[in-house]
Structures are given as C-alpha cells and as structure tokens.
C-alpha cells in the first residue's frame, strides 16, 4: 500500500512540474508577441554657442633663441654661468684660455724682434741728426725725413708687440676694447643650453665657419606656439585668429595666443601636407613654461553666439534636409510628429537651429527605457 502511495505522489509532482513548463512556455512566447513601447527622453532648444574648432599640434619656444659664438679659438678655462640662470647684455659666461698657433708666435715674435732693431738703428740715426740740425750741419727738409722715419719705426715696434700679445693672449695690453677672451652674452633672457665645459676646445667663428655654440640664451617672456595643421584645414586659418592653448606638462591651464604667421609652403610629414603655424602666446607672470613643452592649439574657425541650439543626436538627416520629432501627446503613450528644419554651425555635440523651432517646443530624445 505505501508502495502505491508513494507512486501516485511522485507522479502527481511530476504531472505539476510539467504543466508549470507548459503554462510557463506560453507565458513566455506570449510576452514576446507583445508591442515594445519604446520611451525616449524629452529634449527642449536651448540657446547657447556653437563653434568649429581645428587642432594643431606643436611646441612652446621663446620667439628668439641666440647662440652664443667665441670670437676667438681656444679652451674653456672658466664657466661663470650654467643652464637656468638668468644672464643680462655684456654679463661674462665664460672665459677662453688662448692656445697659440705655433707658426704665429713664431712670425710675431720675428717681427717684434726685427723692429726693435730697425727701430735702434733709426733711432741713433735720428739722435745723430738731431745734432747735425741744431748745429745748422743738417737742413730742416732732411731734419724732417730723419724724424718721420724714427716715427714710423716707433710705431712699428708697438703694432708688432700688439701683434704679438694678440696672438699669444688673445688682446692687447693697452686696448680699450673687451677682451675676446671673455665670452659675453649678446642678449637678456635665460640659458637655456651650456653645451660645453671647462676644457673644451673652441673654435671662432669666422666666414668658413660657424664656430663652437658657449651658450644658448633666450628670452622667455616672449614665448610663441609653433605647430602644424593639415592641408585640409589651412584655408579656413588667417593670421589674427584666437587660440586656445593647452600645454601637456600643465594640463589644467589654458592659455590665449593669436596667431601671427602662416606658412605659405607645406611640408610632407608623415604622408600628409603640413602647413606651419605660429601664434604669440600670453603667460602670466605666476607660470614659467620651460622651452620645448609639447602643445595642442584649439584654433576657432567658426563661431555662433547665442543661438538655438539643440543635441545633434536628436536630429535625422535626409539629403539636405533635416528633421526632428516633436512631442505631440505624451500620455498614456508618446506621440511624436516628424518636423523639418534648417540648421546651421556644428560642432559634433551640438547644432545650430535657424528656421523651424521654437523654445517651447519638445524633441524626441535618446530612448531611455523599453516598456511592454
């Protein structure tokens, strides 16, 4: 008799769970059959300002950037400034030890010694004349060739000695013109580079060379944005156009610039035709922006002030024309109407409504949920 109980129980059970599937399977296949109402979400114009903008990428450097050249060959025997320092017009950087050229001194000790000796024979003869003139032996005309050339030999011996102290230090003694030993800066602004050191051999420059760099100095309150922008953008820039700067080492600072200069030749970079681009930028005094910093330049080719707005997103194009829903009846289901449009200026997010809208009016937006 249990036996029998059990069965029946167990078969009742499985009778219940089939026909649960059973109900559960039309259940299911009947809740797909059914509508999806689609709810969106309900935009509204908006007035605000509409710009296209195109990037340019590019660095930071000062307007102006002098190299520093000796103007005479020799070895770094001092170094009184270095890279980040501050430098004014004439300050000393570095000083140049003269290592003479073997057959030079040669030559001006050689003519150094010959006009001594010219000059102690002219001067004896000039001594002997003088003499002969005052005893009245000797006319005034010879009295006078006599003089001049005692002169001349004066004159020699002192320009060879100059000679030789130029050659062997670098400047004459009784110069009045800085010693081209000392290395001076040409400019205010900042060291940017000392790309030698105490020891180094340099060379002057002169018309076949352009001789060793001693420093490079800059002036870093006059900084320009240098970049590049593609062919495809270039006829929309003109000079005079605002810039909005973003430096990558200071991220949370915009910077304004006006563009000054566009190049009239490009470049091939990368494949592509680049068209160079420079801007002055405008720094507060509380920045210090280091040369080379990487940039990006938001150049603003069109703009539109206060005007309708509404997202892009909402907007259906067909050919040339355009198209929004408007709300009709919002309950108990959404009701929409397809309206045409003319629109204007876009930036990706937002577009520019210039016929056909009014503030009032209600746009069919993304969907925001799905209801049966």
């Given at each position: 008799m249990k036996n029998r109980v059990v069965k029946k129980i167990m078969r009742i059970i499985l009778l219940s769970f089939v026909g649960l599937a059973v109900l559960g399977t039309f259940f299911f296949l009947w809740k797909k059959a059914q509508p999806v109402v689609v709810v969106y979400g309900i935009v509204s114009p908006e007035t605000g300002t509409v710009e296209t903008k195109t990037v340019a990428t590019g660095n930071v450097e000062p307007r102006y950037e002098i190299l520093i050249k000796p103007q005479i060959s020799g070895i770094i025997s001092e170094l009184m400034k270095e890279a980040g320092q501050s430098v004014k017009t004439g300050e000393i950087i570095a000083t140049v030890k003269v290592i003479p050229e073997m057959v030079q001194?040669?030559?001006?000790?050689?003519?150094?010694?010959?006009?001594?000796?010219?000059?102690?024979?002219l001067e004896n003869t000039f001594k002997r004349d003088e003499q002969l003139f005052n005893r009245g032996i000797?006319?005034?005309?010879?009295?006078?060739?006599?003089?001049?050339?005692?002169?001349?030999?004066?004159?020699?011996?002192?320009?060879?000695?100059?000679?030789?102290?130029?050659?062997?230090?670098?400047?004459?003694?009784?110069?009045?013109?800085?010693?081209?030993t000392q290395i001076r800066s040409t400019i205010t602004g900042m060291i940017l580079d000392v790309p030698v050191k105490v020891g180094n051999s340099v060379i002057q420059s002169n018309n076949f060379n352009e001789g060793t760099t001693i420093a490079a100095v800059a002036d870093m309150n006059d900084m320009i944005f240098k970049g590049y922008v593609d062919e495809t953008e270039i006829g929309r820039i003109h000079e005079g156009m605002y810039i909005k700067l973003t430096i990558g080492a200071l991220e949370s600072q915009v910077f304004d610039a006006a563009l000054e200069y566009v190049s009239p030749k490009g470049e091939e970079k990368s494949g592509a035709i680049q068209f160079e681009i420079k801007a002055a930028v405008t720094i507060p005094d509380s920045v210090f922006i280091r040369a080379g910093y990487s940039a990006n330049a938001e150049i603003v080719l069109k703009r539109a002030e206060n005007v309708m707005t509404i997202p892009e997103s909402t907007v259906e194009f067909s050919g040339d024309s355009a198209f929004v829903h408007l709300l009709k009846v919002e309950k108990p289901k959404q009701v929409f109407e397809k309206h045409a449009i003319?629109?204007?200026?876009?930036?990706?997010?937002?577009?520019?409504?210039?016929?056909?809208?009014?503030?009032?009016?209600?746009?069919?937006?993304?969907a925001v949920n799905k209801e049966n």
């Open positions: 001194l040669n030559s001006a000790e050689s003519r150094v010694n010959l006009a001594k000796i010219n000059l102690n024979q000797m006319t005034a005309e010879e009295y006078d060739v006599s003089k001049s050339n005692y002169l001349k030999a004066k004159e020699e011996a002192a320009n060879a000695r100059n000679a030789l102290e130029i050659v062997r230090d670098g400047i004459a003694k009784n110069s009045n013109v800085a010693s081209t003319k629109t204007g200026l876009s930036d990706g997010i937002k577009i520019e409504v210039t016929e056909g809208l009014a503030h009032e009016d209600k746009i069919r937006g993304a």
